[in-house]
């Protein structure tokens, strides 16, 4: 399927081709719910989300996963260089590195903004450092770079006809702001055990919870109420991103609200799991994944045609 996606894409260099299949790995091997969703694209869009897609992955493994011997300042050094050769290679407009390379040409074929990079990475070198956030604006601060951009590059491959970038532009950072509370919600026990609390401290200080609660690993009255609040806070922003999808090309909406319906069930799943987030982690199970992606596929293909 890869190879029809390339051709589709018109992506012929054999190098830069090895580049967008690693990235569509990283995609398809780390990002179930991302990469159900890119299968509703047309073959021809499908490529350069998954190089958007691997290159935020490759930066979080160097945060969290890839260097794990290494101190946190050798990682924000090596996350630096990195960092600052990426940009050198987006401004050349060329790379050699094997995730980068499908990046720098996914940029200039959609003229993507380098902004919404530098922005990703300055919020990788805070998880370096930054453990807590005061207040969900503090929050809001980081998401901007580590979800928000992540809709704004996605903006131009997506596609918005006839109507302006600037009308878009807050829908989709809400809804990279939505995916990724979900994911923080979830993901409470797994960053938990990682040093980092992603949800604010004030809001843990105003239902009686600090970090030392969390660790016990026992889910009880106030730790239910706070994840309670977080998730009613967080559906709130789902409903103001929904509009958006709307004002998508017609070929991306089903892949947009799939990636919506699969997100938000997130929130379902912690509240059928009784909250229990802190030593394990719940999923969309593949029947609800099914249920939702394949109506959507029908109707991508009837789009399409």
């Given at each position: ?227 309670a609040f977080e998730i009613a806070r967080t559906r709130e922003v789902y409903r103001s991103a929904a509009p958006g ?61």
């Amino acid at each position: 399927m890869s190879a029809r996606e390339l051709n589709a894409a018109g992506v012929r260099d054999p190098a830069l081709r090895a580049s967008y299949e690693h990235c569509r790995r990283l995609n398809a091997a780390h990002g179930r719910t991302y990469y159900l969703s890119t299968l509703l694209l047309p073959r021809r869009k499908r490529p350069y989300v998954h190089a958007l897609y691997g290159f935020a992955r490759y930066a979080d493994e160097i945060v969290d996963d890839l260097a794990s011997s290494l101190s946190g300042h050798e990682k924000a050094e090596w996350l630096q260089s990195w960092g600052s050769q990426v940009l050198a290679d987006v401004a050349a407009g060329h790379s050699t590195h094997p995730v980068t390379m499908a990046l720098v040409d996914a940029v200039r074929r959609w003229d993507i903004c380098t902004d919404h990079i530098e922005a990703f990475l300055s919020s990788m070198r805070m998880d370096l450092t930054v453990t807590e956030y005061k207040t969900y604006d503090d929050l809001m601060g980081y998401m901007y770079g580590s979800a928000a951009v992540i809709g704004l590059e996605m903006m131009p491959i997506l596609g918005h006809p006839g109507v302006p970038a600037e009308v878009v532009e807050p829908y989709a950072i809400d809804l990279g702001i939505a995916f990724q509370m979900s994911n923080f919600i979830r993901d409470i026990g797994e960053d938990l055990r990682r040093g980092r609390v992603y949800l604010p401290q004030e809001d843990l200080e105003s239902f009686g919870v600090d970090r030392e609660h969390l660790q016990r690993g026992v889910v009880d009255g106030p730790i239910r109420r706070l994840l309670a609040f977080e998730i009613a806070r967080t559906r709130e922003v789902y409903r103001s991103a929904a509009p958006g999808i709307r004002l998508l090309d017609p070929t991306s909406q089903d892949c947009i609200r799939t990636a919506f319906a699969l997100y938000a069930g997130i929130l379902d799943e912690v509240e059928r799991a009784d909250y229990r987030v802190l030593d394990g982690r719940v999923s969309v199970g593949p029947a609800r994944r099914a249920a939702v992606a394949g109506p959507a596929l029908v109707r991508a293909v009837r789009v399409r045609h």
